[in-house]
């Protein structure tokens, strides 16, 4: 009986090591960058462009994200950073109207979730990575820059665009997941 204890013991420890370092990856800094309040713009004038060519190259027209070919590509990895950084530079303060804050807050969570996905491919599944008592949590651990603020992906869900009352919302953000709505091969625009 000792026996079994003793195993049990060290079983649920070497469940709980093993979750904590397969959900440990977590970014070390938030993505994007702050930037200086005099370089901060309305989310109006936030350019997409560079996204939507990224979504045009490694988005086909069912969804799917050719994550291999976009990881092993340092260019498009570093144009997907940039973008994020852009998407720093919005100031939450500064006037936009709903359409153009909405194309921001989808496009921005969409954009956090390819990177985050990208950080930890080859991977099974996201669900790998959204540990529920220790470790990392994609949704939760997982921050963008936004001023001079850090959204995680389920702030930006739940605090941000669900709040804004618009139910499409929920075909248009994306949880890198096959059963979730299709990721488009373009950015979403005012």
Same mark, same amino acid.
């Given at each position: 009986?000792?026996?079994?204890?003793?195993?049990?013991?060290?079983? #649920?420890?070497?469940?709980?090591?093993?979750?904590?370092?397969? $959900?440990? +990856?977590? /970014?070390? @800094?938030?993505? %994007?960058?702050?930037?200086?309040?005099?370089?901060?713009?309305?989310?109006?004038?936030?350019?997409?462009?560079?996204?939507?060519?990224?979504?045009?190259?490694?988005?086909?027209?069912?969804?799917?994200?050719?994550?291999?070919?976009?990881?092993?590509?340092?260019?498009?990895?570093?144009?997907?950073?940039?973008?994020?950084?852009?998407?720093?530079?919005?100031?939450?303060?500064?006037? #936009?109207?709903?359409?153009?804050?909405?194309?921001?807050?989808? $496009?921005? +969570?969409? /954009?956090? @979730?390819?990177? %985050?996905?990208?950080?930890?491919?080859?991977?099974?599944?996201?669900?790998?990575?959204?540990?529920?008592?220790?470790?990392?949590?994609?949704?939760?651990?997982?921050?963008?820059?936004?001023?001079?603020?850090?959204?995680?992906?389920?702030?930006?869900?739940?605090?941000?665009?669900?709040?804004?009352?618009?139910?499409?919302?929920?075909?248009?953000?994306?949880?890198?997941?096959?059963?979730?709505?299709?990721?488009?091969?373009?950015?979403?625009?005012?």
């Amino acid at each position: 009986m000792i026996l079994i204890k003793k195993f049990k013991t060290k079983l #649920a420890l070497a469940i709980l090591c093993m979750l904590i370092t397969t $959900n440990s +990856y977590a /970014a070390k @800094t938030p993505l %994007g960058r702050s930037w200086n309040s005099s370089k901060q713009v309305s989310m109006e004038n936030i350019d997409h462009s560079s996204y939507n060519s990224l979504l045009q190259k490694y988005v086909d027209n069912n969804g799917y994200v050719n994550y291999k070919a976009w990881k092993s590509s340092s260019k498009d990895r570093r144009t997907l950073n940039n973008y994020l950084a852009h998407l720093s530079q919005a100031n939450r303060s500064i006037r #936009a109207s709903k359409n153009a804050r909405l194309a921001f807050w989808i $496009n921005a +969570y969409n /954009a956090v @979730t390819l990177e %985050g996905i990208m950080q930890v491919y080859p991977t099974t599944s996201i669900r790998n990575h959204t540990a529920k008592l220790v470790g990392y949590n994609i949704w939760e651990d997982l921050y963008l820059i936004v001023g001079k603020n850090k959204f995680s992906l389920e702030q930006i869900e739940h605090k941000i665009l669900r709040k804004m009352k618009e139910p499409r919302i929920h075909f248009a953000i994306v949880c890198a997941s096959v059963g979730c709505p299709r990721l488009m091969n373009k950015a979403y625009t005012a």
